[in-house]
């Protein structure tokens, strides 16, 4: 069956038909953005859901989304959903990170010559027949100095712009690089720095913790007198109440805000304050930028439901479309090794430690890694999956540790996932053979050479003569027959394992008796 999306916000059409060309059927249904309580109702039915900020993916959505596998925002902010929650149910939340950024730094500077200028009131009172010529007076750009808070990417094509119309660029960005900052050409500060010196001020950080009313009552007071303000990045990064007060006293001499606390902002303490600028959340709104985040989202969503690409998600580690097909064996095998070492695991895990060595050590290991740890949890979790898994060792704070190795071994890639619990350290190893298949290659220190089936029995006993006779005896009394049937030792009359592929569940009574046999330290019955 076709994997089945749902448009539930204004996107631009192309996104419709990059879909059906990708052999996906697709609803779009705007409307449903603005009707939660329609949106749940149809939710279920959807493996894909494409966004841009109306729709609220709240954590009862995501509940109800039972099919729901990645969530597409055509856009960068992400606010509009929960991404804990749908971390915690396996599905993928991706963003359009750079498919509207010029379009909104370009907002940001319309923002700027409209406060410089009074263009919005200026037009208002010529159009209403005043030529007030005296009234608007401006200021000039050139050599005033812009401060950014947040130079990530809107911040940076912003600098760019503003360093084309000879202004002076400061920046405050933690995560802003020194070396970053010289090849923009920005000079870093502190934040009270910018507050001192900047003549223009423009915000571009997502809203967090630590921005919410980053300009705040205290901050403005800060600022030169005959600041201005711009906020084209999320409502909340400046406190509206104070910012109020400072447009009244003229301590501010103009906001620029297109994003509100409240949105749709039908009220605000900002509209009518003296030389306020608003916009109704319009800066991605060019239909270039619509074009490219429309088109963005429908190929990644499309990606990941037909071939298990993973591009720009929040909570997932990236798998490239190039590198999807040659991963998926050894995602396979991270995810078949860790079912084999958790269905074993019976005590708490403490650490999971994962070896890569040979050219699997080049691969996408964080994405191996996110397999082999679902296979290990999904024994005790079921609905895990790779996103959702390393969300969950943390939280269960099982230690993850992973380990590169470069040189080859007797086998051209090898993996080995080791468990740690309070009682024991056990460790199983694999490959993929040229064929894509993964393989055992060795289990507890122990090699022997073993596919994965559906149903799988392992054995630990002496190494001693007359085991295999009554055992296969036993099996076969038991009308279970045997598929594959595989051998390794530490040494004669050491430990030795069977693992063995049967051709149904080894029903409990059965595994009793294995476990009565002479010689057997242990049976188990596991599943792939
Ligand atoms: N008005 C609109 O229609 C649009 C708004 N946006 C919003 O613009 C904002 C910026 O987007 P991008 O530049 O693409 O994001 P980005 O992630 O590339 O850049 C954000 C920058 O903020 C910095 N930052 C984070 N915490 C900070 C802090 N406490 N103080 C100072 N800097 C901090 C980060 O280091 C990063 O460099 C986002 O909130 C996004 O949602 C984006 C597109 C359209
Ligand atoms: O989709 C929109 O119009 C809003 C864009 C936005 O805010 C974002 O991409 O963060």
Not at 119 to 127: E, K
Not at 274 to 292: K, R
Not at 497 to 504: H, K, Q, R
Request: charged share 20%.
């Amino acid at each position: 069956m076709a994997p089945r999306v749902l448009i539930s916000d204004q996107l631009s059409e192309a996104a419709i038909q990059i879909f059906k060309n990708r052999g996906i059927d697709v609803d779009f249904r705007p409307e449903l953005g603005k009707d939660k309580d329609a949106l749940l109702a149809v939710i279920g039915e959807y493996d894909g859901l494409a966004i841009r900020s109306a729709t609220k993916v709240t954590e009862k959505v995501i509940a109800a989304a039972t099919r729901l596998k990645v969530i597409g925002r055509a856009g960068i902010g992400v606010d509009n959903v929960d991404i804990p929650a749908a971390t915690a149910k396996g599905i993928i939340v991706m963003n359009t990170p750079f498919g509207n950024a010029i379009t909104t730094a370009e907002h940001a500077i319309a923002m700027m010559f409209s406060l410089a200028r009074q263009i919005p009131a200026a037009d208002a009172s010529t159009q209403a027949g005043k030529w007030e010529k005296s009234r608007f007076m401006g200021v000039e750009i050139t050599g005033k100095t812009l401060g950014l808070i947040g130079c990530g990417n809107i911040g940076s094509i912003v600098a760019d712009r503003a360093i084309g119309l000879k202004m002076k660029v400061l920046a405050f960005d933690p995560f802003l690089s020194a070396e970053r900052a010289r090849d923009l050409g920005v000079e870093k500060v502190e934040l009270d720095g910018l507050l001192a010196r900047a003549d223009f001020i423009t915000l571009h950080t997502p809203l967090t913790d630590k921005t919410r009313n980053i300009i705040s009552a205290d901050a403005l007071m800060k600022t030169k007198r005959g600041v201005y303000i711009i906020n084209c990045a999320r409502g909340g990064l400046v406190d509206e109440v104070a910012l109020r007060a400072a447009l009244d006293t003229g301590h501010v001499a103009g906001a620029g805000f297109d994003v509100f606390v409240e949105e749709p902002a039908k009220e605000n303490v900002l509209f009518g304050a003296p030389n306020m600028v608003c916009t109704p959340h319009l800066g991605a709104s060019t239909e270039e930028a619509q074009e490219n985040v429309a088109l963005q989202v429908a190929e990644q969503i499309s990606d990941y439901l037909m071939s298990g690409a993973v591009i720009n998600a929040l909570n997932m580690p990236s798998i490239s479309a190039e590198e999807a097909p040659r991963l998926t064996p050894f995602v396979r095998l991270a995810e078949q090794l860790g079912s084999f070492a958790g269905q074993l695991t019976e005590t708490g895990i403490r650490k999971i430690r994962i070896e890569y060595e040979g050219t699997i050590a080049d691969m996408n290991t964080r994405a191996l890694t996110a397999a082999a740890l679902t296979g290990v949890l999904t024994p005790v979790l079921q609905t895990v999956n790779m996103v959702s898994a390393p969300v969950i060792a943390r939280e269960r704070d099982i230690q993850v540790e992973e380990v590169r190795r470069g040189q080859m071994g007797a086998y051209e890639t090898y993996m080995r996932l080791t468990i740690v619990t309070d009682r024991q350290e056990r460790s199983v190893a694999g490959t993929v053979f040229a064929d894509g298949k993964p393989r055992i290659i060795q289990v507890k220190g122990i090699n022997m050479e073993a596919s994965f089936g559906p149903y799988m029995l392992y054995i630990t006993n002496e190494d001693k003569p007359g085991f295999i006779g009554k055992f296969g005896s036993l099996l076969g009394e038991a009308g279970i027959n045997i598929a594959t049937f595989n051998l390794g030792r530490t040494g004669p009359g050491g430990d030795a394992i069977a693992l063995l592929e049967v051709d149904g569940e080894v029903p409990a009574a059965t595994l009793t008796a294995i476990e009565s046999l002479p010689l057997v330290k242990q049976a188990k019955a596991l599943k792939f």
